[in-house]
C-alpha cells in the first residue's frame, strides 16, 4: 500500500506569517504539516541561519540599519555579516523583485515586523520541543543552498550542515529529515565523501542545468543517491492540462519519490479556479508523495479527505 503523501511546510506557514521564521514554523506545525523546510546559509562568522536568499534585502531592514554594507550589485549579503549584527534585523513580509510592494498584497503586512532571523539550532530546539509537548514527531526538510557559492567564500556548507544536523539527532535514514539541494554534484559528494545517510532530494528546475537528469537513465543514476526528486509541480504536468508529463512515471519507475514545489492559494495557474482543485489533482492523479506548499492546512485538509474516500 502506497505511504500518506507528506505535506511540507514551504519555509514555515509563509502564506500566513513571513517566511523562515520561528512564528511561521511554530504555526505551520500548528496546522498539521509533517516537514518543516528550512533554507541554510551561512554567516561571516560561519553560523548558520535559516534564510531563504543569500542577500537579507528583501526579507529584512537590513538596508536601513547597515546601509553601507551592501556590494556593488545592491545587495546586503548574509555571508557579510557576523551572527550577532543579523541578531540586530527585523525581518518582514517578501517584497517583490526590485520593488518596496509586497509580493503578496494579501499576506501579512509588510509594515508589521515580528520575528528576527533565526539560526538553524535555534529552529531544531522549537521542533523538537514541540515534538515533546505536543506527543508528535513533526520532521525536518533542510536545503544546502548554493553550496559552490559558499565554497568560494571559503565555507564548506554542507559538511557544517551535516555537523549540526548530527548534533540535533539526525544523522540516519531512519530519521525524520530529509536533505535537498539543486546542485547535483554536491548531492553526489554529500552522499559519497561526507557519508550522510539522511535522505537526500535532489530539486530540480526547468532548463539545461538538470536536462540530463531528467531522462529515464538520468533518474536511474540519480536512484543511487537521492530517496528522491523535488521538480516545481509545472514539470509534472503535459502541455495540455490535465495531463500528466512522463516524468511522473519514469521518476516512480526508478524508485524516486516525488515532492514538486510549490503549491500557493496566491499564485494559482491559470488552469484552476481554487489551491484545493491543483493539490486535489497531484494527491490523487499524479500520486505524487509529498507537496512543498506555503498554506499547509490546505494541503493537509485535502491530502485527509482524499485518504477517507479511497
Not at 537590513?62 to 553601507?68: L, N, S, T, Y
Amino acid at each position: 500500500m502506497k505511504d500518506q503523501p507528506i505535506v511540507i511546510a514551504h519555509r514555515g506557514a509563509s502564506g500566513y506569517l513571513p517566511e523562515h521564521t520561528l512564528v511561521g514554523k511554530a504555526l505551520a506545525y500548528g496546522l498539521g504539516a509533517d516537514y518543516l523546510e528550512q533554507d541554510v546559509v551561512a554567516t561571516r562568522d560561519r553560523k548558520l541561519v535559516v534564510l531563504h536568499d543569500l542577500y537579507l534585502d528583501d526579507v529584512s531592514d537590513v538596508a536601513q540599519r547597515f546601509p553601507e554594507r551592501k556590494r556593488d550589485d545592491g545587495h546586503h549579503y548574509v555571508i557579510d555579516f557576523d551572527l550577532a549584527e543579523l541578531k540586530t534585523l527585523v525581518v518582514h513580509e517578501r517584497r517583490g523583485p526590485a520593488s518596496e510592494a509586497q509580493k503578496y498584497p494579501a499576506r501579512f503586512p509588510r509594515e508589521t515586523g515580528i520575528a528576527g532571523v533565526a539560526t538553524l539550532g535555534e529552529e531544531l530546539r522549537l521542533i523538537q520541543g514541540l515534538n515533546r509537548s505536543m506527543g508528535r514527531t513533526v520532521g525536518i526538510y533542510p536545503e544546502i543552498k548554493a553550496p559552490a557559492w559558499h565554497r568560494r567564500h571559503g565555507v564548506d556548507l554542507a559538511k557544517l550542515l551535516l555537523a549540526e544536523l548530527a548534533e540535533f539527532g539526525y544523522s540516519r535514514a531512519s530519521d525524520p529529515a530529509y536533505v535537498q539541494c539543486f546542485d547535483a554534484d554536491e548531492l553526489v559528494r554529500v552522499k559519497r565523501d561526507l557519508g550522510c545517510e539522511l535522505r537526500l532530494i535532489q530539486l530540480v528546475e526547468e532548463g539545461a542545468e538538470h536536462a540530463a537528469l531528467l531522462t529515464p537513465a538520468g533518474l536511474r543514476r540519480l536512484a543511487t543517491v537521492a530517496h528522491g526528486l523535488g521538480p516545481s509541480y509545472g514539470q509534472l504536468l503535459a502541455p495540455r492540462w490535465p495531463h500528466l508529463a512522463p516524468l511522473v512515471a519514469q521518476a516512480h519507475d526508478a524508485g524516486l519519490r516525488l515532492h514538486p514545489y510549490t503549491f500557493r492559494r496566491d499564485a494559482l495557474p491559470t488552469y484552476v479556479q481554487t489551491l484545493e482543485e491543483l493539490l486535489e489533482f497531484f494527491f490523487d492523479e499524479a500520486r505524487v508523495d509529498g507537496v512543498f506548499c506555503d498554506h499547509p492546512d490546505v494541503a493537509v485538509r485535502v491530502r485527509d479527505r482524499l485518504a477517507k474516500v479511497q
